[in-house]
């Protein structure tokens, strides 16, 4: 079974960064595409960026948020800058699976809290 554990989270004034980070218990080389999702208050799960094996990325908060891997430190990695309010949620890592609402997902971890506020 694969567990994924999130760090990083914390609260940050607007226009702040954040780096969080993800570790897997297997080896994410075995995974053909990662994720970063978040859950906003009283909003469902949504994406926010996704890396495959090839490098390809998808980016649905283009230009603020940067996805990224250490394959040595088996470790993915979100790079949050010009933090918003609206950005405030809890943070996962997964498996991106393209073809399956993300409401199918399997074993979230418990999520790192992103709190943006003055």
């Known amino acids: 079974q694969v567990q994924f554990v999130e760090s990083g989270g914390g609260l940050v004034q607007p226009g702040g960064s954040l780096r969080l980070s993800c570790t897997c218990s297997i080896d994410i080389r075995r995974i053909y595409a990662m994720g970063w999702f978040r859950q906003r208050p009283g909003r469902q799960r949504e994406v926010v960026a996704t890396l495959n094996d090839s490098g390809r990325i998808n980016y649905e908060v283009p230009g603020r948020f940067t996805i990224s891997r250490d394959l040595a430190k088996n470790t993915l990695y979100l790079q949050m800058d010009s933090l918003k309010p609206e950005d405030t949620a809890v943070y996962y890592c997964?498996?991106?699976?393209?073809?399956?609402?993300?409401?199918?997902?399997?074993?979230w971890g418990q999520g790192t809290q992103v709190t943006v506020s003055s």
């Open positions: 997964h498996e991106f699976l393209p073809l399956t609402p993300i409401g199918d997902y399997k074993d």
